[in-house]
């Protein structure tokens, strides 16, 4: 099976930044796109960004374009989401996802085949 777990989350203050860090491990032979989401209190949980695991080509939500990065570093089996000019509308809990379907997970923001267990990002002062 495959595993997810995020880390590097926490409280920061307006405008500034944080890199969200997803170790992947187990089994990936069938995994061909990772994706960040995020839920906020009494919200659905939203596709922010996407990665290709062959190509590394990245699919961004247009909320988020220019402020948020996601990339990959092969050597450490890890995907990032580097936030930037955080705003208290980014408070939520954040999740990584994997798929076996480029269209349906970096398209549709639909069923990942993995979820993570999710961490924490408050933005406040």
């Known amino acids: 099976q495959l595993q997810l777990v995020e880390s590097g989350g926490g409280l920061v203050q307006p405008g500034g930044s944080l890199r969200l860090s997803c170790a992947v491990s187990?089994?990936?032979?069938?995994?061909?796109?990772i994706a960040w989401f995020r839920q906020a209190p009494g919200t659905e949980r939203q596709g922010l960004a996407c990665?290709?695991?062959?190509?590394?080509?990245?699919y961004y939500r247009n909320s988020v374009k220019g402020r948020f990065t996601i990339s990959r570093d092969n050597a450490k089996n890890t995907v990032y989401l580097q936030m930037n000019g955080l705003q208290p509308v980014d408070t939520a809990v954040y999740y990584c996802?994997?798929?076996?379907?480029?269209?349906?997970?970096?398209?549709?923001?639909?069923?990942?085949?993995?979820w993570g267990q999710g961490v924490q990002v408050t933005v406040s002062s």
């Open positions: 187990g089994n990936t032979w069938n995994i061909h796109a």
């Open positions: 990665i290709v695991t062959d190509d590394l080509s990245t």
């Open positions: 996802a994997a798929a076996d379907q480029i269209y349906r997970l970096c398209s549709l923001w639909r069923d990942p085949n993995y």
